[in-house]
């Protein structure tokens, strides 16, 4: 110690045990460091010294005065909430069960799940055969169902997070750096000891696999499957088992979200709690801690909960200017340390764990070194990460870079050595990316740091280097323009990423000297750092526009959607790969066009079979046709594979196309056996709507017959009550779906109608290749394909202007902008002419087909994009752009939409069912009018034929009684029995005005008796009987009479051609002219059967046979049924009818009387009748006994 103050404490110090003191007063540094060598050394080669931690040493700190921070009653709260943390963590057992234990939200199922669907909806990789509009709700509903989830396990929220959130909240300043510094250390502690076994076991396997795929080369062996699949299973683990402080942040994150985007389900305290979880990340961004911008482990923005951290920060920092830098390199490059150093900040380096995903933070400029108030600089994890799989990797990285050079002022390329090889190819990929985001206006640039390299050898060693990479990012960007159509604005690197060769590459020796881990480190590799800090800060003024923090969020918005959007490039390592697959995709796009058209000329050749032979033969002609479609599809497949094969290998990139190869071979396959599938259900379809169609016109040529019966129905239900228009609609509606329920038609217009927007969204993708594939999806989703515009709004994109033609025009109008607004009328003018061929075609497609398949609607397409090509072709001053194809297809696409829902609607079975409905009902209406009619003239004639019946009847009844009293009664044998009983039966009745009636008029007497017996007779029952006898005898006959009528009213139907009712009256009235009396010439008169209202010529169908003639059947059975019902009208009046029997015409016991009386002439003497019953009997009169 040199210090004359520590002199005192010397006797202290050496009674500290295992401590060496040295003492530095008058002695130069080159012993004092040999003295510290030979210390260490001497202490490491004693075995029983203990080697001390640096906790340890606090004890011996605190003796000898130092101060220990970590005895600050701060530090010591913040110690002990991280404590806390760590003890609540490591109540779980196994490491890899923390995170869903503890952190469930992040989970793979809820936060990883929820990130895949929301790119699933902007890509629709897995659309299959759903629609843009169908597929995306179904995105979101998962994504909601998930969100709803993550909600759940948020109320109430796990331990840890309760502890960490209201530490968090609960505690500023010094207490709650304390607590994140000490979670942060024990967390990468914790990690530093669960890690490294299981990096070693990854390590281990990796070098397995790879021993075993070298010795069985051909196939993998169960070994190597077994060995693979416990690396996946360590993967999972070592993903489970890293655990810092991101992961803490990242579930708040997503406690926000799914709070923010389910708010119907929120309870008003975990909302409380929640809401204010933004304003305390902004917070802790100002003091300078990271922010996760990007979930490295779901390669997702949360963007819901960036948003409004950065709202928050917005209310902080007021107006403030911003200067934002990323860095970009491949993995373990130092992109860390690089920003670490030339700005003092904190991201993670070490502990075991790489950085994943993409962090920001923020940094105070001073005052006076340029207009930029803050520097937010983006750290993002490395690229070519060895734990993804190729193909993951290559769409990981590209978006990654895409979306932090987009999102930066100026970006970091950190190159560890000196070939930018792998950089190149992302940065190429990235490029292409821009050049596709149209839309969104960028501005970036890049700054090259080669790292490892001397700078003093580097300028004349790496010259030839810079220069071959600058003219390969020219190439390709000049490439990416001409693919894109916009070479007139894009020539050069520089015009999409600024970019300098001269200033913009810089050398950095390695950070170490010598070979890590003990080795000083290199002063120039902070010399590097401070000359690159000190150009970025001179960019800070020099690069416009400068960003607030509302336009960073929105440009991060609009980027990171462009990003989600775009689902080519990102797939490629780079612009070669993409060449080679774009030439690729260009002839399968070309052999498809091919398979299109003959597929085409096999379906008119089916359809054509189908529609012309006879109805019975259906089944052969589509097995027969069948059979030859197989044969001809396989025949087309093998000389498209052929073709595919002979391109291949004579490419002069066969080596890279052999990755597609197998793909697009099964492509080919997949189209052959899709056609061939289609057009199998086109012939099924087809036989199916002949067959339909045959049922259809049956039904038009019977609908007479077939509303029979519910018109007879309806109108025996009216009877008696007025006709209404509900009435009739709403039996009309019964009827209708009932007819309509047995007629089973395959053809369904609504499924018919989605399987046509299915296959213009289909036919769009196969025209344009995968290349346009996410444009196509993005113009669907974004149009309303069914009522959008009829034209297309002429947009910078839809032309492109050759080189020559527009260096003319630049220097005649200036602008860009202005050049093209010059061809406005040239570009609608042709746009018209485009849409008249397009509805010329749809004209002449939809007037031959008779039904829809998905060659319809490609070949209403394809038409139209050989219509734009042959323009170009003729022109020389300007071209159409794909992007202009595709808005004109889809607005093709939107009118051949529309006229093939009118064309199946012309042929669609239930649409013509439809069709023939109203006049139907027009015919049901009149029918029922008809039928009442009919029932009214049924009524009335059943009315009027009530007396006739009855009249009828009583004079059969006269002879009957007169029989039925003579032959069931002796004393009705002769006169003379007869008044034998009466004048017995005047003995019992002892009344003298019946003797003195008797004695002074017999007949009078026998008439009285006889009536009066005649009447008793007739009242009388019989044994078991409830009716009298008059009435069993009045019942009987009424029933003959009553068969009588029926008979006959059916003999007249079915035995003579009548055309009116009056017809069937007048004979009906012929042919009882014997058995009634009838007179039915009111009821002719009354009869007008013209007075029915005919429905109006223009809006009746063709008029059925027989349909105007009376319906003499339903009018049979009901005049049946009114006789029948009227029936016991009429026998309920025989009840009273011996009351009546006096005013009949005929009386029964006047007629007996008349009979039994007979001789009226007297004996002279006694006055005793003659008993002779003939009233002019021949002979002389007789009696038997005189009166004494």
Same mark, same amino acid.
């Given at each position: 110690?040199?210090?004359?103050?520590?002199?005192?404490?010397?006797?202290?110090?050496?009674?500290?045990?295992?401590?060496?003191?040295?003492?530095?007063?008058?002695?130069?540094?080159?012993?004092?460091?040999?003295?510290?060598?030979?210390?260490?050394?001497?202490?490491?080669?004693?075995?029983?010294?203990?080697?001390?931690?640096?906790?340890?040493?606090?004890?011996?700190?605190?003796?000898?005065?130092?101060?220990?921070?970590?005895?600050?009653?701060?530090?010591?709260?913040?110690?002990?909430?991280?404590?806390?943390?760590?003890?609540?963590?490591?109540?779980?057992?196994?490491?890899?069960?923390?995170?869903?234990?503890?952190?469930?939200?992040?989970?793979?199922?809820?936060?990883?799940?929820?990130?895949?669907?929301?790119?699933?909806?902007?890509?629709?990789?897995?659309?299959?055969?759903?629609?843009?509009?169908?597929?995306?709700?179904?995105?979101?509903?998962?994504?909601?169902?998930?969100?709803?989830?993550?909600? %759940?396990?948020?109320?109430?929220?796990?331990?840890?997070?309760?502890?960490?959130?209201?530490?968090?909240?609960?505690?500023?300043?010094?207490?709650?750096?304390?607590?994140?510094?000490?979670?942060?250390?024990?967390?990468?502690?914790?990690?530093?000891?669960?890690?490294?076994?299981?990096?070693?076991?990854?390590?281990?396997?990796?070098?397995?696999? #790879?021993?075993?795929?070298?010795?069985?080369?051909?196939?993998?062996?169960?070994?190597?499957?077994?060995?693979?699949?416990?690396?996946?299973?360590?993967?999972?683990?070592?993903?489970?088992?890293?655990?810092?402080?991101?992961?803490?942040?990242?579930?708040?994150?997503?406690?926000?979200?799914?709070?923010?985007?389910?708010?119907?389900?929120?309870?008003?305290?975990?909302?409380?709690?929640?809401?204010?979880?933004?304003?305390?990340?902004?917070?802790?961004?100002?003091?300078?801690?990271?922010?996760?911008?990007?979930?490295?482990?779901?390669?997702?923005?949360?963007?819901?909960?960036?948003?409004?951290?950065?709202?928050?920060?917005?209310?902080?920092?007021?107006?403030?200017?911003?200067?934002?830098?990323?860095?970009?390199?491949?993995?373990?490059?130092?992109?860390?340390?690089?920003?670490?150093?030339?700005?003092?900040?904190?991201?993670?380096?070490?502990?075991?764990?790489?950085?994943?995903?993409?962090?920001?933070?923020?940094?105070?400029?001073?005052?006076?070194?340029?207009?930029?108030?803050?520097?937010?600089?983006?750290?993002?994890?490395?690229?070519?990460?060895?734990?993804?799989?190729?193909?993951?990797?290559?769409?990981?990285?590209?978006?990654?870079?895409?979306?932090?050079?987009?999102?930066?002022?100026?970006?970091?390329?950190?190159?560890?050595?000196?070939?930018?090889?792998?950089?190149?190819?992302?940065?190429?990929?990235?490029?292409?990316?821009?050049?596709?985001?149209? %839309?969104?206006?960028?501005?970036?640039?890049?700054?090259?740091?080669?790292?490892?390299?001397?700078?003093?050898?580097?300028?004349?060693?790496?010259?030839?280097? %810079? *220069?071959?990479?600058?003219?390969?990012?020219?190439?390709?960007?000049?490439?990416?323009?001409?693919?894109?159509?916009?070479?007139?604005?894009?020539?050069?690197?520089?015009?999409?990423?600024?970019?300098?060769?001269?200033?913009?590459?810089?050398?950095?020796?390695?950070?170490?000297?010598?070979?890590?881990?003990?080795?000083?480190?290199?002063?120039?590799?902070?010399?590097?750092?401070?000359?690159?800090?000190?150009?970025?800060?001179?960019?800070?003024?020099?690069?416009?526009?400068?960003?607030? !923090? #509302?336009?960073?969020?929105?440009?991060?918005?609009?980027?990171?959607?462009?990003?989600?959007?775009?689902?080519?490039?990102?797939?490629?390592?780079?612009?070669?790969?993409?060449?080679?697959?774009?030439?690729?995709?260009?002839?399968?796009?070309?052999?498809?066009?091919?398979?299109?058209?003959? !597929?085409?000329?096999? #379906?008119?050749?089916?359809?054509?079979?189908?529609?012309?032979?006879?109805?019975?033969?259906?089944?052969?002609?589509?097995?027969?046709?069948?059979?030859?479609?197989?044969?001809?599809?396989?025949?087309?497949?093998?000389?498209?594979?052929?073709?595919?094969?002979?391109?291949?290998?004579?490419?002069?990139?066969?080596?890279?196309?052999?990755?597609?190869?197998?793909?697009?071979?099964?492509?080919?396959?997949?189209?052959?056996?899709?056609?061939?599938?289609?057009?199998?259900?086109?012939?099924?379809?087809?036989?199916?709507?002949?067959?339909?169609?045959?049922?259809?016109?049956?039904?038009?040529?019977?609908?007479?017959?077939?509303?029979?019966?519910?018109?007879?129905?309806?109108?025996?239900?009216?009877?008696?009550?007025?006709?209404?228009?509900?009435?009739?609609?709403?039996?009309?509606?019964?009827?209708?779906?009932?007819?309509?329920?047995?007629?089973?038609?395959?053809?369904?217009?609504?499924?018919?109608?989605?399987?046509?927007?299915?296959?213009?969204?289909?036919?769009?993708?196969?025209?344009?290749?995968?290349?346009?594939?996410?444009?196509?999806?993005?113009?669907?989703?974004?149009?309303?394909?069914?009522?959008?515009?009829?034209?297309?709004?002429?947009?910078?994109?839809?032309?492109?202007?050759?080189?020559?033609?527009?260096?003319?025009?630049?220097?005649?109008?200036?602008?860009?902008?202005?050049?093209?607004?010059?061809?406005?009328?040239?570009?609608?003018?042709?746009?018209?002419?485009?849409?008249?061929?397009?509805?010329?075609?749809?004209?002449?497609?939809?007037?031959?087909?008779?039904?829809?398949?998905?060659?319809?609607?490609?070949?209403?397409?394809?038409?139209?994009?050989?219509?734009?090509?042959?323009?170009?072709?003729?022109?020389?001053?300007?071209?159409?752009?794909?992007?202009?194809?595709?808005?004109?297809?889809?607005?093709?696409?939107?009118?051949?939409?529309?006229?093939?829902?009118?064309?199946?609607?012309?042929?669609?079975?239930?649409?013509?069912?439809?069709?023939?409905?109203?006049?139907?009902?027009?015919?049901?209406?009149?029918?029922?009018?008809?039928?009442?009619?009919?029932?009214?003239?049924?009524?009335?004639?059943?009315?009027?034929?009530?007396?006739?019946?009855?009249?009828?009847?009583?004079?059969?009844?006269?002879?009957?009684?007169?029989?039925?009293?003579?032959?069931?009664?002796?004393?009705?044998?002769?006169?003379?029995?007869?008044?034998?009983?009466?004048?017995?039966?005047?003995?019992?009745?002892?009344?003298?005005?019946?003797?003195?009636?008797?004695?002074?008029?017999?007949?009078?007497?026998?008439?009285?008796?006889?009536?009066?017996?005649?009447?008793?007779?007739?009242?009388?029952?019989?044994?078991?009987?409830?009716?009298?006898?008059?009435?069993?005898?009045? *019942?009987?006959?009424?029933?003959? =009479?009553?068969? !009588?009528?029926?008979?006959?009213?059916?003999?007249?139907?079915?035995?003579?051609?009548?055309?009116?009712?009056?017809?069937?009256?007048?004979?009906?009235?012929?042919?009882?002219?014997?058995?009634?009396?009838?007179?039915?010439?009111?009821?002719?008169?009354?009869?007008?059967?013209?007075?029915?209202?005919?429905?109006?010529?223009?809006?009746?169908?063709?008029?059925?046979?027989?349909?105007?003639?009376?319906?003499?059947?339903?009018?049979?059975?009901?005049?049946?049924?009114?006789?029948?019902?009227? =029936?016991?009208? !009429?026998?309920?009046?025989?009840?009273?009818?011996?009351?009546?029997?006096?005013?009949?015409?005929?009386?029964?016991?006047?007629?007996?009387?008349?009979?039994?009386?007979?001789?009226?002439?007297?004996?002279?003497?006694?006055?005793?009748?003659?008993?002779?019953?003939?009233?002019?009997?021949?002979?002389?009169?007789?009696?038997?006994?005189?009166?004494?």
């Amino acid at each position: 110690f040199s210090d004359l103050a520590m002199e005192d404490k010397f006797p202290e110090l050496e009674e500290l045990q295992d401590c060496s003191i040295l003492k530095m007063k008058k002695r130069n540094l080159a012993v004092i460091n040999r003295d510290i060598q030979s210390c260490i050394v001497a202490n490491l080669r004693n075995n029983s010294q203990q080697f001390k931690t640096l906790k340890s040493c606090f004890q011996i700190a605190r003796q000898i005065g130092i101060h220990v921070d970590e005895d600050d009653p701060e530090c010591c709260a913040g110690q002990q909430l991280a404590q806390n943390v760590m003890k609540e963590i490591d109540r779980v057992k196994s490491t890899s069960s923390v995170k869903n234990e503890m952190l469930p939200l992040q989970g793979k199922d809820l936060w990883h799940e929820w990130s895949q669907h929301n790119k699933e909806k902007h890509r629709h990789l897995n659309k299959g055969d759903r629609t843009y509009d169908d597929y995306t709700v179904e995105m979101e509903h998962k994504k909601d169902k998930i969100r709803l989830i993550q909600l %759940k396990k948020s109320d109430p929220p796990t331990t840890v997070m309760k502890m960490f959130m209201s530490y968090l909240l609960q505690h500023k300043g010094l207490i709650r750096d304390y607590f994140l510094q000490w979670l942060k250390f024990l967390l990468d502690e914790r990690s530093q000891q669960t890690l490294p076994p299981l990096l070693s076991s990854y390590e281990q396997l990796k070098r397995n696999i #790879q021993k075993s795929s070298e010795e069985t080369s051909d196939c993998i062996t169960e070994d190597e499957e077994a060995l693979r699949k416990r690396l996946a299973e360590i993967k999972l683990e070592l993903n489970a088992a890293s655990l810092g402080l991101e992961h803490f942040f990242r579930e708040l994150s997503q406690m926000y979200e799914s709070v923010m985007e389910v708010p119907n389900e929120v309870t008003q305290d975990l909302e409380s709690k929640v809401s204010c979880l933004p304003a305390l990340a902004a917070e802790l961004l100002v003091a300078g801690y990271p922010l996760e911008l990007m979930d490295g482990d779901a390669s997702h923005v949360p963007m819901t909960w960036v948003k409004a951290v950065l709202d928050e920060l917005q209310k902080l920092l007021k107006v403030a200017h911003l200067f934002v830098v990323s860095v970009l390199g491949i993995q373990s490059s130092g992109k860390s340390t690089l920003l670490n150093t030339m700005f003092g900040i904190r991201f993670a380096v070490s502990a075991g764990r790489c950085t994943r995903g993409a962090f920001i933070q923020l940094l105070k400029m001073h005052k006076g070194s340029g207009p930029s108030d803050y520097l937010l600089v983006v750290d993002t994890e490395g690229l070519r990460a060895p734990e993804l799989d190729s193909q993951k990797m290559l769409r990981h990285d590209n978006e990654m870079a895409a979306f932090v050079i987009g999102l930066a002022n100026t970006t970091i390329i950190n190159i560890k050595g000196e070939t930018p090889s792998d950089i190149q190819d992302i940065l190429q990929t990235s490029v292409h990316a821009f050049i596709r985001m149209k %839309k969104i206006e960028l501005n970036p640039s890049c700054q090259f740091v080669h790292q490892n390299v001397a700078s003093v050898i580097a300028d004349t060693k790496l010259k030839q280097g %810079k *220069t071959n990479l600058v003219e390969n990012l020219d190439e390709m960007v000049k490439y990416a323009a001409n693919q894109q159509q916009v070479q007139m604005k894009y020539t050069v690197f520089d015009q999409v990423v600024s970019f300098n060769v001269e200033k913009d590459v810089w050398y950095f020796p390695s950070l170490w000297k010598g070979s890590p881990p003990m080795v000083p480190v290199n002063p120039g590799y902070s010399e590097s750092s401070k000359e690159l800090k000190a150009a970025l800060i001179r960019l800070t003024a020099e690069k416009k526009p400068k960003f607030t !923090i #509302q336009d960073f969020k929105s440009q991060m918005d609009k980027l990171w959607v462009a990003v989600l959007d775009e689902n080519f490039v990102f797939s490629f390592k780079n612009m070669l790969e993409m060449t080679v697959y774009s030439e690729l995709d260009s002839k399968l796009c070309q052999w498809s066009h091919a398979l299109r058209t003959e !597929i085409l000329k096999l #379906q008119t050749t089916l359809e054509n079979r189908v529609y012309s032979c006879d109805l019975k033969d259906l089944d052969t002609v589509k097995t027969i046709a069948i059979k030859e479609l197989k044969q001809k599809v396989n025949t087309l497949q093998d000389d498209l594979l052929q073709k595919l094969v002979n391109f291949c290998d004579t490419s002069e990139h066969a080596d890279i196309m052999i990755n597609w190869k197998a793909e697009t071979e099964r492509s080919l396959k997949y189209w052959c056996q899709k056609h061939q599938d289609q057009t199998e259900e086109y012939c099924s379809t087809l036989v199916h709507n002949r067959r339909d169609r045959e049922s259809l016109d049956k039904l038009r040529t019977n609908i007479y017959q077939k509303i029979q019966g519910p018109v007879r129905h309806l109108a025996t239900m009216l009877k008696g009550q007025d006709m209404n228009e509900e009435a009739l609609r709403k039996a009309f509606n019964k009827m209708w779906a009932d007819q309509k329920a047995t007629m089973k038609f395959k053809q369904n217009l609504v499924n018919t109608v989605i399987s046509m927007e299915k296959s213009i969204e289909h036919t769009l993708l196969e025209i344009f290749g995968r290349e346009y594939e996410s444009m196509v999806t993005k113009r669907m989703c974004e149009c309303d394909f069914k009522s959008g515009p009829k034209s297309v709004n002429f947009i910078e994109h839809h032309i492109t202007i050759p080189k020559g033609w527009w260096n003319r025009f630049k220097k005649a109008f200036g602008s860009l902008s202005e050049t093209l607004e010059r061809y406005r009328p040239a570009v609608e003018q042709a746009t018209e002419v485009f849409l008249e061929v397009a509805e010329y075609h749809l004209n002449a497609v939809c007037e031959n087909a008779r039904d829809f398949n998905d060659t319809l609607s490609y070949q209403a397409l394809i038409n139209v994009v050989t219509e734009v090509n042959s323009f170009n072709e003729t022109q020389e001053t300007f071209y159409f752009t794909e992007e202009y194809k595709i808005d004109l297809c889809i607005v093709v696409g939107r009118m051949a939409l529309t006229r093939f829902v009118e064309m199946i609607k012309k042929n669609d079975p239930y649409t013509i069912l439809e069709n023939l409905r109203e006049p139907s009902y027009i015919k049901f209406k009149n029918q029922v009018l008809k039928r009442r009619m009919e029932f009214r003239v049924a009524n009335s004639l059943s009315f009027r034929l009530r007396e006739p019946i009855k009249m009828s009847v009583i004079d059969c009844l006269v002879p009957l009684l007169k029989d039925e009293v003579t032959l069931h009664d002796d004393r009705f044998q002769s006169k003379h029995c007869l008044l034998y009983n009466i004048m017995l039966d005047l003995k019992e009745k002892a009344d003298f005005k019946c003797y003195s009636l008797h004695l002074t008029n017999v007949e009078q007497s026998m008439r009285n008796w006889i009536q009066e017996y005649t009447m008793q007779y007739c009242t009388a029952k019989e044994d078991g009987q409830t009716q009298t006898r008059l009435q069993v005898l009045a *019942t009987s006959e009424l029933e003959k =009479k009553i068969k !009588i009528l029926t008979n006959a009213a059916t003999d007249v139907i079915t035995t003579d051609q009548m055309e009116t009712l009056k017809d069937w009256i007048i004979k009906f009235q012929h042919n009882l002219a014997s058995s009634f009396h009838l007179n039915l010439k009111e009821l002719l008169e009354d009869t007008d059967e013209d007075q029915l209202e005919e429905e109006d010529e223009e809006e009746s169908m063709e008029e059925d046979e027989g349909v105007n003639e009376p319906d003499f059947e339903y009018f049979v059975t009901e005049f049946i049924k009114e006789i029948k019902s009227g =029936k016991e009208k !009429i026998a309920s009046s025989f009840s009273d009818l011996h009351t009546k029997m006096g005013e009949w015409k005929k009386r029964p016991y006047a007629i007996l009387a008349n009979d039994m009386i007979g001789c009226c002439k007297q004996c002279p003497f006694c006055k005793t009748k003659c008993e002779h019953i003939n009233p002019d009997h021949p002979g002389d009169h007789r009696v038997s006994i005189h009166r004494p």
